[in-house]
């Protein structure tokens, strides 16, 4: 397929790395529940029953705030469903709940002139507003014929925009990855630059109708994707005078601790920079349990305002917007092209590992076993070490003066941004075996490693460098938020050679190891196990999407570095499938569809058969092993 080269020119866009603070946005109007300019960053969730079923959305959205959601979305397939939410946005306020809804619409632009009549905000996706569903179709278009689609869209989008104003409501434009459309996928290709370009085409029109209620998302299930469109997109609008509020979210994040680790790393990697003003975990589970994930998210974030300054300065060539992986020369196994490490902590004598997800290097500090694991190496403190096989010094920044005389091959440094002064960075330049584990214990500890990492490439030094991330949790979930969303964007941007994760507190180290490598394989830098691309679910899933869930990592757990898409139904089903290597995707009620890549295989198969038949797909494929 042959792409247009359109790539979008950002002049002079910088945001502040190393010091938090929020992006100024403007104020958006949503029923009684204002977002952006300096409003908190507000939580929402989506409902996963029929929108014909009064009660039951009723009933769900009530969990939902109950549990602290500030926005209740609503699928709307059909005029029908539309209508409908009239019904259960007034059961809502008859009960006292006054929080906004939001209509979500694919297809099908009528449906959403109904939902603006009921609701306080409604989603459009530009890849199905006007565009027909994506196909996969290379589709060829002069300048002439383009800008004539875009009128197509002006055409229908405008009358829309003055209907929602008469009735204050207010739009949310959603660009999915999963669905972007035949027409910009044919000109853009599928990149950042697409997605973008999709959303801008809907807000200039917004602006030129002078419509300021909008919020703005761009959603896909690979991290890595969305953080860099965004990153464009805020570009972007900044250099068109736009200031508009950011919806964020990692769609189809999965459950459990993948679902939250996954988010994490997206949604952690935008808030840290301020982006961010509403923001939904998508998981695989009931609709009320995204909620508290959502907030201790966002407000373990929000600790970093008002923090002391860091003066960091960006080093030479760093893209914000298309960052590389900081070049660094390898040391055995650490840096260079190689994916980033792990070093796990066992200074109590436990040395039991998960064979899967064994660390790189153990740091066992003053404490090292008389008998080390086969395959396991230690890294020990510099004063006990005595070149003992398998093991490695570890240097404190006090210990710089006795480092020239020890003749390991690899010696580690701990060390802050505020202790790489003159000292550090000769001895440094002298010892290229060094690999820095950084630490830090400022409020914004983030500012300071990204600040560690640029000077040294300022100094033209190139040794590796290990993040050091330390905790006091005693509940898994809050162990692992934290952890992600404190390396997320140092992944985004390149700067990671290994993550190492500490916690006093009662969580197992096994559980500590998984979360570092979950971390990476969140992040794409590093795969470890299966991959699952599974949605959320809502009013349009066709199945039993939890059980099937289940059924399927069962089946597939052991298939290292395989991705499986689950989706519920046909939206962002074969968008997304492009990203996974099989999929599952809901086709009618009780039916299912199965891809390879984004290709369907198989048709409207039952439900209670479509599990064995994507095993036996994949079997077919050579990708099954034992």
Request: charged letters at 25%; one cysteine or more.
């Amino acid at each position: 397929m042959t792409i247009v080269n359109c790539q979008l020119s950002i002049v002079n866009y910088q945001v502040d790395l190393f010091n938090y603070s929020r992006r100024e946005t403007s104020v958006v109007n949503i029923g009684a529940t204002p977002m952006g300019g300096s409003n908190p960053i507000r939580l929402q969730s989506m409902t996963n029953t029929p929108t014909q079923d009064t009660d039951a959305c009723v009933a769900q959205a009530k969990r939902i705030v109950d549990a602290g959601g500030e926005y209740v979305r609503l699928t709307a397939q059909g005029v029908k469903e539309a209508e409908n939410l009239r019904n259960i946005n007034a059961a809502l306020r008859r009960d006292g709940y006054d929080v906004p809804l939001v209509a979500d619409i694919h297809f099908n632009p009528r449906v959403a002139d109904v939902a603006a009549q009921y609701v306080e905000k409604v989603r459009i996706n530009p890849g199905n507003y006007v565009d027909a569903a994506r196909t996969f179709k290379h589709l060829e278009y002069t300048d002439e014929e383009y800008a004539g689609e875009l009128r197509k869209i002006r055409d229908r989008f405008v009358p829309f925009l003055r209907l929602c104003k008469e009735h204050h409501t207010a739009i949310r434009i959603g660009v999915n990855h999963g669905s972007l459309s035949d027409r910009i996928m044919s000109r853009y290709g599928d990149t950042p630059e697409g997605m973008v370009e999709s959303c801008m085409e809907f807000l200039r029109i917004c602006v030129d109708e002078d419509f300021t209620d909008v919020v703005i998302s761009i959603k896909t299930s690979n991290t890595v994707v969305m953080v860099r469109t965004v990153r464009l997109l805020v570009a972007t609008m900044e250099q068109e005078g736009m200031h508009f509020p950011l919806h964020l979210g990692v769609t189809e994040a999965g459950d459990g601790e993948d679902g939250r680790i996954k988010s994490a790393v997206g949604i952690g990697a935008l808030l840290a920079d301020g982006l961010g003003d509403t923001i939904r975990v998508s998981l695989s589970e009931a609709p009320e349990a995204e909620i508290p994930v959502a907030r201790k998210l966002v407000d373990y974030i929000g600790k970093r305002e008002g923090h002391s300054y860091i003066p960091g300065a960006v080093a030479p060539g760093f893209d914000y917007l298309n960052p590389a992986r900081r070049q660094t020369r390898a040391v055995r196994n650490i840096g260079g092209e190689q994916v980033p490490v792990v070093i796990s902590a066992r200074i109590d004598g436990n040395m039991s590992f998960d064979p899967l997800l064994r660390p790189d290097y153990v740091y066992v500090g003053r404490h090292l076993p008389d008998k080390l694991p086969e395959g396991v190496e230690c890294i020990v403190d510099a004063d006990l070490w005595q070149g003992q096989p398998g093991t490695w010094p570890a240097f404190k920044a006090d210990q710089l003066p006795f480092m020239s005389a020890c003749t390991a091959g690899l010696k580690f440094l701990f060390i802050t941004y505020m202790g790489l002064n003159e000292e550090a960075l000769a001895c440094l330049k002298f010892h290229p075996e060094i690999v820095l584990i950084a630490q830090s214990s400022h409020a914004n500890r983030l500012g300071e490693f990204r600040a560690l990492a640029h000077q040294l490439t300022c100094e033209g030094l190139k040794n590796p460098v290990i993040y050091f991330q330390h905790y006091v949790e005693q509940q898994t979930e809050d162990f692992q938020l934290k952890a992600a969303a404190d390396m997320s964007a140092l992944l985004m941007d390149g700067l990671t050679d290994g993550i190492f994760l500490f916690n006093q507190g009662d969580i197992a180290p096994a559980t500590i190891d998984t979360t570092a490598f979950g971390i990476l394989q969140a992040a794409r830098t590093r795969t470890s196990k299966t991959e699952y691309i599974s949605c959320p679910g809502c009013g349009r899933t066709l199945y039993d999407l939890p059980g099937t869930i289940a059924r399927i990592k069962a089946a597939t757990a052991h298939l290292t570095g395989l991705k499986i898409g689950i989706m519920g139904c046909i939206v962002n089903g074969p968008g997304e499938m492009a990203d996974a290597d099989y999929g599952y995707v809901g086709a009618g009620r009780g039916k299912v569809s199965l891809y390879r890549k984004k290709e369907c295989i198989e048709k409207n198969i039952p439900e209670e058969e479509a599990v064995e038949r994507l095993i036996a797909l994949i079997k077919q494929n050579g990708d099954y092993h034992c």
